[in-house]
């Protein structure tokens, strides 16, 4: 009967989480492990690092996006509450990805808000509301900061053989980019809303 008892602590026990774990980091911050995906060490780790801004960039602007759906005001505040979390949703998908292909180079990709913080070339909004114009200048300006690096890696990518990269940036990042440009820019042209002139 004793050793029944015991039996059932045991398994018991088994079932309690671990929690306050820690140890030390298994793959530091900006060193790589080899994967065998037939790419240099070097191009990998050039890759990783321009990956990386990319990735920094990319979810300060995702968040860019979410914070103006929360804060949109005025008459075409619907659409573009609508619009700004569809992007949102869109540049969050873009994350992952660039994300995975870090991880998949044999990287460490940047992941928490305030590592985002000093990584980012995006300026820092206010945190208060804007006006709509300003708004949308100040995520067309975020997406041009992204394409621009997104072209000039995506060249390199290419230049050193790096296929998956290249692909990356250039079907996903910037195919999706200037698509979102084009339709935000439109709401900053000045139309007349009632009568033509």
Aim: net charge negative; hydrophobic share 45%.
């Amino acid at each position: 009967m004793a050793k029944r008892l015991i039996d059932a602590d045991a398994i018991l026990n088994q079932a309690k989480p671990l929690t306050h774990q820690q140890a030390h980091e298994i793959q530091p911050f900006g060193h790589l492990v080899k994967l065998p995906i037939a790419l240099a060490e070097n191009v990998c780790k050039e890759s990783v690092e321009n990956l990386n801004q990319v990735l920094a960039d990319t979810i300060t602007l995702r968040d860019l996006y979410k914070k103006h759906h929360w804060q949109v005001a005025g008459p075409t505040f619907y659409q573009l509450h609508l619009l700004f979390d569809k992007h949102f949703d869109q540049q969050n998908e873009l994350v992952d990805k660039i994300a995975e292909r870090i991880q998949l180079l044999g990287g460490v990709s940047v992941a928490m808000a305030h590592d985002v913080a000093e990584t980012t070339l995006i300026p820092r909004p206010p945190r208060g509301r804007e006006e709509v114009p300003v708004q949308v200048s100040r995520l067309l300006h975020a997406h041009e900061i992204v394409l621009r690096e997104a072209r000039t890696m995506a060249r390199r990518a290419a230049e050193a053989g790096d296929d998956g990269t290249n692909d990356l940036l250039v079907s996903d990042v910037i195919r999706s980019n200037e698509l979102q440009v084009w339709f935000v820019a439109e709401h900053v042209v000045d139309m007349p809303l009632v009568q033509a002139v």
